[in-house]
């Protein structure tokens, strides 16, 4: 239960640090959200239902027998969590800011007026987060294991909330458009946002090899502040 909660955690934390960052930085750069309430929303269903639901699911495994017991000091949040967390979240609010600020020019988005262009840039932007989330649910499976597939078939619930994932996007996106303020896009562009969103399979395996230290980062910082106050004082 402990490390399931772990895995939920994690997925929750990298969600909400890139949507945040990623409206935040665009409404004081342009004046503009590429996320919306009612997609925020979507997203936020996904996190806090479905995906709560998938990664509670996971069944126990011998790898757990391995591991130290936890004290009752022991921060929630981990090390290994923070560092997953922030390669995903970094990767996640630089594409899609890019995709933001440049997107404009990019040949696939150049159809009819500029208000649909605008709108199919969002659209594009809204697509190729939420199935960053969808490949990043795998990777949140197993914080600290290279081999995120490891005993995937065996949760049957997992793989049935992700394929309704996105059997439901693709509904929104394709019949939806009016509700959530998106438009339909090409096979293009559906083909992008599937690459922006595999694409954190690699990276998820590239940041595992970077260390971490085993000092928790609550006492690093604790530790930081102690001598920045020690230094200032005298």
Known sequence: VYANIQKFIQFQLTVNVAALVINVVAAVSSGNIPLNAVQLLWVNLIMDTLGALALATEPPTDQLMRRTP?????PLVTNIM???LLVQALYQVAILLILNFTGSDFSLLKHGSVEHQNKLKNTLIF????LCQVFNEFNARKPDEMNVFKGILKNHLFIGIVGMTVLLQIVIILFLGKFTNTVRLSWQ???LSVCI??????LAVCGKLIPVPKTPMSKLFS???????????S
Request: net charge positive; glycine share 6%; proline share 3%.
């Open 197 to 202: 969103g595999l694409f954190s399979w690699p």
């Open 223 to 233: 530790r930081s502040f102690q001598r920045c106050r020690t230094v200032c004082n």
């Open 82 to 84: 923070w560092r997953n």
């Open 127 to 130: 697509n190729a987060f939420v």
């Open 70 to 74: 936890v004290g009752r000091r022991e």
């Open 189 to 191: 562009l559906w083909l």
